[in-house]
């Protein structure tokens, strides 16, 4: 027993004490009002914003879960959920290592990551023929296979 | 040394998807301290970017610059960032020493005349001084600054040191340093200082040039605006216990373990620009106020000599009133930079100490 376990330690959250979470749902609210009016989406940086100890577990979970839950493999993990509120996403960007390198919310139908992208799709079509092509001269393949 | 393959190729090439490509974007605006409306340009203009050649020369400083720089090194993203750019001289990292090490900055010099980066961390002992306080391979300081700009397309100073002259300028100065501005006067310098500077601010700054090939916008003291717009105090998570009078009086009372205001605890938040308390430290883990210990404004000139750490800034001092009028017309620069008007509402309504709803917050 090492003498640091002689010391009491009291943990008290601070996390409900700064509330700093409630203006940023206001400026949700007020993104939200926009895509419901004029289709306008908008990206919050998240971390930007000053979070005291609890104030990011606040946030999300005063925005919940929603019916949609993606995970994107690029450069590492990225998590993208809808919240609670259909249209309000938390976009959660990790490198290889599993540090945050962004981490958003938008506000848009749905967000722009999650679409194939023009440049992908292209390069997908060249490997498709590519396959196809390989599949229609069987002969030319090795015999083992 | 830098070559002509963009970085849009150089990402491709190693395989990387355009959604790796979107994300990797939006990383590099979070790092920018870029709204992300701002993505579209950033993948725009990192479509193009070349690589940079980059001279670090370090001089009078402790190398902790260096450290926290290359604790920023995450790899893939970050890291990629880094591929971008060619260090072609720093003599704490580079394998190359003695006449090798000089050759290797001649020769980046020689290749990229007017278009490469000095980095500069540390003090130089001035034009007037002994020149034998720091010397590298035989040459003063000066001699090296002054050879080594010549062909610079721009210089940043990284640290105090380097940008204001922090702790080898403090009182009583013996070796006569000076801040790399007070002698560089015909090039175009960027500051990015703090003790040491956190280091996302320091590859921010470099990324802001691989991108848009010309440097950030400046505030009064040749800060980024980005990192350094907005004081420490409003920025502060503990800032609503400042408005609401709540304040720790010693390091073991009931205000200091509830997390209450540190102002008292003589806190220079209120007169510091830096990045702290959104970006944090270690990787984002904590920052000084989050643990608990006040600001000691090390991103300010002379904050050294600035009445001592502990003293609550209602002591006045001259150091601290000249560095908060500068603060001050830094902050009326906000307006003109580009994509940073909503900080520019929220910073205006600050300094006016006007009564704002956090209703009325949303419609920044």
């Given at each position: ?18 509330r700093n979470a409630l203006p940023l749902l206001h400026e949700i609210r007020h993104a939200l ?11 919050i ?13 606040d946030l999300l979970a005063a925005l ?19 919240t609670?509120y259909?249209?309000v ?16 919310v ?40 | ?357 956090v209703d009325?917050l949303g419609?920044?």
């Amino acid at each position: 027993m090492s003498a640091l376990d002689n010391i009491a330690v009291r943990v008290e959250s601070a996390g409900n004490l700064t509330r700093n979470a409630l203006p940023l749902l206001h400026e949700i609210r007020h993104a939200l009002a926009r895509l419901a009016e004029s289709g306008e989406s908008t990206a919050i940086d998240l971390r930007s914003i000053p979070f005291g100890p609890g104030d990011e577990a606040d946030l999300l979970a005063a925005l919940g879960t929603g019916e949609v839950t993606a995970q994107l493999q690029a450069l590492g993990e990225s998590r993208i959920t809808e919240t609670s509120y259909p249209g309000v996403w938390v976009v959660d960007h990790y490198n290889a290592d599993g540090q945050r390198i962004a981490f958003q919310v938008e506000v848009t139908p749905v967000p722009q990551i999650l679409a194939a992208q023009p440049a992908d799709v292209a390069d997908g079509l060249q490997r498709l023929e590519a396959a196809l092509a390989e599949l229609a001269e069987p002969e030319s393949r090795p015999a083992s296979l | 040394m830098a070559d002509s393959t963009t970085l849009g190729e150089s990402l491709r090439r190693n395989g990387v998807s355009r959604r790796g490509f979107l994300k990797f974007c939006a990383a590099t605006a979070s790092m920018m301290a870029l709204p992300p409306s701002m993505i579209p340009r950033i993948a725009e203009a990192l479509e193009k970017a070349r690589r940079p050649s980059v001279i670090w020369l370090s001089f009078q400083e402790c190398t902790g610059c260096t450290e926290s720089l290359t604790r920023s090194h995450a790899p893939t993203v970050e890291g990629l960032i880094f591929d971008s750019i060619s260090l072609d001289y720093h003599h704490t990292l580079q394998v190359a020493s003695g006449e090798q090490a000089e050759a290797a900055r001649e020769a980046a010099m020689h290749e990229n005349m007017g278009k490469y980066i000095v980095v500069v961390d540390g003090s130089i002992p001035g034009p007037g001084s002994n020149p034998g306080y720091s010397t590298i391979a035989g040459i003063s300081n000066y001699d090296m600054l002054m050879d080594t700009v010549k062909g610079a397309a721009a210089v940043v100073s990284v640290g105090t040191c380097a940008a204001f002259g922090g702790l080898p300028k403090a009182r009583p100065n013996p070796s006569g340093a000076v801040a790399i501005q007070d002698v560089v006067k015909d090039k175009p310098i960027v500051n990015v200082p703090g003790c040491p500077p956190i280091p996302q601010v320091i590859t921010g700054v470099l990324a802001h040039y691989l991108v848009f090939g010309k440097l950030p916008e400046l505030d009064s003291l040749k800060r980024p605006l980005a990192f350094y717009g907005q004081s420490i105090h409003d920025r502060c998570y503990r800032r609503p216990f400042y408005d609401k009078g709540l304040f720790a009086e010693n390091f073991n009372d009931e205000g200091a373990r509830k997390g209450w205001c540190l102002y008292r605890l003589g806190c220079k938040g209120p007169m510091t620009y830096n990045a702290c308390a959104t970006l944090k430290w270690g990787l984002g883990w904590s920052w000084p106020v989050e643990s608990g210990h006040g600001c000691l404004g090390c991103s300010e000139p002379d904050f050294w000599d600035a009445g001592g750490f502990y003293q609550a800034l209602s002591i006045p001092t001259s150091n601290v009133t000249r560095t908060a009028a500068a603060a001050v017309a830094a902050g009326a620069v906000i307006g003109v930079a580009a994509g940073l008007a909503n900080k520019a509402k929220k910073s205006g309504a600050a300094k006016k100490h006007q009564t704002v709803t956090v209703d009325q917050l949303g419609k920044g």
